[in-house]
């Protein structure tokens, strides 16, 4: 299946900032979730949900809700068009078997300038080779037919495009030991993949520093994270947290804030730059003896 990575910008973005403008519009007005609803014979549900983009919204329904609000022509304009870009379909949509949540993830990230973040046992996906990425992918859905799993390397070989777009993504990991230790497949592959992590580092988008075990406890032993940054300041940063119990997008100030902070304390502790190349030359030079 071929992949259009064409865009005038991710739907998924535009969807999340077109529910906070409504949730703003109806602060301004002075509204509750309940009053809104009341007045539009609609669910308190349905308002919630719209405003936390939980759901599509229809053309006719921004519609009712500026007009309740009393927006002007030109603002009300503003919003109709983000609510039309807001439905059109990101080239992910068409790998149907994507999980809601993970199509969101991709959407979130098509439009994102920078990402920053922590990898606690992987190489990210978006600097992993496609043998590495399959024995991951594989592992994850033990129960999936092999045409799914084929189809999932796809897609996360595809999202790699962000990286060498011409404004490409800028990448930012501390990636800690273990993600260099763990043997993924073979020494063949693990192997693969630590040199390729070396060339992606060659680029002035990408930058990778390895926390070795000797750093002892951080502040995110809690799990892996990544922190998304949008080109425009209508789009708050929001966190992608990672977890066995499903993951977590965190979009409040203050939390993206102590994300942010963990992540400075992190790359504080983390091996510089060059010395992550020099530490991960060493690992790879120690596989090939493995």
């Keep these: 299946m071929g992949v259009d990575m064409r865009k005038t910008g991710s739907p998924t973005v535009r969807r999340r900032r077109l529910a906070f403008e409504l949730r703003r519009l109806r602060d301004r007005a002075q509204l509750t979730l309940e009053e809104v609803a009341e007045r539009l014979a609609w669910s308190a549900t349905k308002v919630s949900r719209i405003e936390t983009c939980r759901v599509g919204v229809t053309l006719k329904d921004v519609g009712c809700l500026l007009d309740l609000y009393e927006i002007d022509a030109s603002k009300r304009e503003e919003l109709i068009d983000l609510a039309r870009d807001s ?37 990210p996906g978006l600097l992993q080779t496609e043998d590495y990425a399959r024995a991951v992918i594989r592992a994850a859905l033990v129960m999936s037919p092999p045409g799914e799993i084929e189809r999932r390397v796809e897609v996360r070989m595809a999202r790699q495009a962000l990286l060498f777009r011409d404004d490409p993504l800028c990448f930012w990991t501390v990636l800690d030991e273990a993600a260099l230790r763990r043997v993924i497949e073979s020494s063949s592959v693990m192997r693969s993949q630590l040199k390729r992590l070396l060339e992606l580092m060659d680029l002035p988008n990408i930058t990778v520093q390895v926390l070795p075990f000797a750093a002892g406890a951080h502040t995110a032993t809690g799990g892996a994270f990544h922190i998304l940054k949008f080109p425009s300041l209508a789009d708050p940063e929001v966190v992608f947290v990672e977890n066995l119990g499903g993951n977590l997008y965190v979009e409040s100030e203050a939390d993206v804030y102590r994300y942010t902070v963990a992540f400075d304390h992190l790359r504080a502790k983390a091996l510089s730059p060059d010395d992550s190349r020099r530490f991960i030359t060493k690992t790879v030079a120690q596989l090939g003896r493995s």
Aim: proline content about 3%; aromatic content about 16%.
């Design 87 to 123: 439905r059109k379909k990101g080239w992910w949509q068409a790998y149907a078997d994507l999980p809601t949540e993970y199509a969101t993830y991709i959407g979130l990230e098509a439009e994102t300038a920078s990402m920053r973040g922590f990898a606690a046992t992987l190489v």
